[in-house]
């Protein structure tokens, strides 16, 4: 049995192709901002769910992030793990805003205090060439906190 793609994998796909990338991330608090930069490449797998490979330049690094769309529970779904933690991340939830410009992936990992916390993960298009992904997590006073951008552009 073969699935068909729907319109929110074929959003997906949008990610495709190789990109570089420049972050800002809070390392924790009272430490200062870290800023990175580095490539990814995305592909599709069956146009159903797509793969994304990152090498961070500095310091030295590596991501996979897999997203996807489950038409059962009518959500997007996914993972992320990365070579300087051992958290595996589970996107479960995730919902596209109704201009289709904004993925907002829901986690739960572990917090700066030894504890957990909720996170969002937010992917914007901003063009066909450019898109953010930036990170929040819950605070216990029920703000989110932003702690992480990240601007890709696509290569030409």
Partial sequence: MTEKPLPEHEWLQKLVGEWTFEADCEMGPDQPTQKTSGTETVRSLGGLWTLADGHVSSPDGEMTMTLG??????????????????????????TLDTAQRVL??????????????????????????????????????????RFMTTRYRRKR
């Fill in 69 to 94: 769309y489950d038409p059962a529970r009518q959500c997007f779904v996914g993972t992320f793990i990365a070579s300087c933690m051992t958290h595996l991340w589970v996107y479960e939830g995730g």
């Fill in 104 to 145: 907002t992936l829901n986690a739960e990992g572990p917090d700066f205090t030894g504890g957990t916390a909720k996170y969002h993960d937010i992917i914007e298009l901003i063009s066909d060439d450019e898109r953010t992904l930036s990170s929040e997590m819950l605070r216990p006073d029920g703000t989110w906190h």
